[in-house]
């Protein structure tokens, strides 16, 4: 098997096959630059013409984490929550990329409508102990669900279901769930409410792979290096726009002078300044480019107009690719390991 994995060429990316989340990242990964070709609706497989070395599994999200994990897939994208509650023993999975940017949703504590007095996980400890049995959860994050109960010192026990769990507090088989949530509709129309608190992780879409297959074999961690430069550079580009504007100057030195003296028009390195030819002024006229953040539009249109810009044109940012991203350093630096952490969370709201 080891050996296979040394030699081996070509890998295998598994995505989600059905529902919000596939269409998402169908969707997310046509948008990064790998267009996933599927030829056959009915079909759990299909190619990406951009990188002809990696076939595409589509997959359940679960599944995804545990052929990953189990090295029968090398790659795949999942919600966290899933690399969370089924990560397994240390070491066999590592988080390339923690934020893809959509998939999110929280992992919710969620009571019925009815305890008007249960808002709060203090709420919650003090129903409990006037409950005559352990607190039954429904939930199918038995791993996380459970450690946040142990923590908190609240008696519990576990009901778990394959169906939709949101019906279970109203057909008597738990008292109450956690589940993931996203718009917290679902809640509302099975009159159960969240906990102020109980938010026990936030999640969003992941991009994981086998630990060993990369430390391993050259040409997978080539093919990781691949990937996470498209989806970063999609996703550092998503955030810019490219301004153009023209403005009067003596010389290039004397515009960026300018441009250097306000605050947030500087550009990746910083502007890149052109002679513009015109036919008929006796004035030196430049072309300049930069790119900023995307909430700094106003802002930076204000600061240009501020130094004398005029017809200032905006262009989406499609990528940015950098020298080498952060996160495949991050990622050598696992495998060499320099860093023990494996799995990056996603940023947690505050
Ligand atoms: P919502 O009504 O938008 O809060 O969605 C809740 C329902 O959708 C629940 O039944 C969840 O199991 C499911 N769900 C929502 N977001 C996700 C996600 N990112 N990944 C998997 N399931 C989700």
């Given at each position: 098997?080891?050996?296979?994995?040394?030699?081996?060429?070509?890998?295998?990316?598994?995505?989600?096959?059905?529902?919000?989340?596939?269409?998402?990242?169908?969707?997310?990964?046509?948008?990064?630059?790998?267009?996933?070709?599927?030829?056959?609706?009915?079909?759990?497989?299909?190619?990406?013409?951009?990188?002809?070395?990696?076939?595409?599994?589509?997959?359940?999200?679960?599944?995804?984490?545990?052929?990953?994990?189990?090295?029968?897939?090398?790659?795949?994208?999942?919600?966290?929550?899933?690399?969370?509650?089924?990560?397994?023993?240390?070491?066999?999975?590592?988080?390339?990329?923690?934020?893809?940017?959509?998939?999110?949703?929280?992992?919710?504590?969620?009571?019925?409508e009815s305890w008007s007095d249960v808002n709060t996980i203090a709420d919650l400890k003090d129903f409990s102990r006037r409950l005559n049995h352990p607190l039954r959860i429904g939930t199918k994050y038995k791993n996380l669900v459970g450690e946040f109960f142990t923590q908190q010192k609240i008696p519990y026990s576990l009901v778990s279901s394959e169906g939709t769990l949101e019906i279970a507090p109203a057909i008597g088989y738990a008292d109450m769930i956690c589940d993931v949530v996203s718009s917290g509709l679902t809640l509302r129309d099975n009159r159960l409410k969240p906990l102020q608190d109980g938010k026990i992780l936030e999640s969003q879409s992941v991009l994981i792979a086998n630990y060993h297959t990369l430390q391993q074999n050259p040409q997978a961690l080539a093919t990781?290096?691949?990937?996470?430069?498209?989806?970063?550079?999609?996703?550092?580009?998503?955030?810019?726009?490219?301004?153009?504007?023209?403005?009067?100057?003596?010389?290039?030195?004397?515009?960026?002078?300018?441009?250097?003296?306000?605050?947030?028009?500087?550009?990746l390195q910083g502007p890149t300044i052109s002679p513009v030819i015109v036919k008929d002024d006796s004035q030196n006229w430049f072309a300049v480019n930069i790119v900023v953040m995307k909430d700094q539009l106003y802002q930076a249109v204000s600061e240009l107009r501020a130094i004398g810009g005029s017809g200032v044109i905006v262009l989406p940012v499609s990528y940015v690719f950098d020298e080498e991203p952060p996160r495949y350093r991050r990622l050598l630096d696992v495998l060499q390991n320099k860093n023990k952490n494996k799995t990056q969370t996603p940023p947690q709201e505050e």
């Open positions: 098997m080891l050996s296979d994995q040394k030699q081996k060429d070509s890998f295998r990316i598994s995505i989600p096959s059905k529902g919000r989340l596939s269409e998402d990242c169908f969707d997310f990964m046509a948008a990064s630059g790998l267009k996933i070709y599927k030829p056959n609706p009915r079909q759990y497989e299909a190619s990406l013409p951009a990188l002809p070395q990696l076939n595409v599994l589509l997959q359940r999200p679960t599944d995804i984490l545990t052929s990953v994990r189990d090295g029968s897939v090398d790659f795949g994208i999942t919600g966290y929550d899933v690399v969370a509650e089924h990560q397994g023993k240390e070491g066999e999975l590592i988080i390339l990329h923690e934020a893809l940017g959509f998939g999110g949703c929280s992992l919710q504590l969620a009571v019925p990781a290096r691949i990937l996470i430069e498209y989806f970063e550079a999609y996703l550092v580009g998503k955030q810019k726009l490219a301004l153009f504007a023209n403005m009067r100057g003596d010389s290039p030195q004397a515009i960026a002078d300018r441009i250097f003296s306000s605050t947030s028009i500087q550009g």
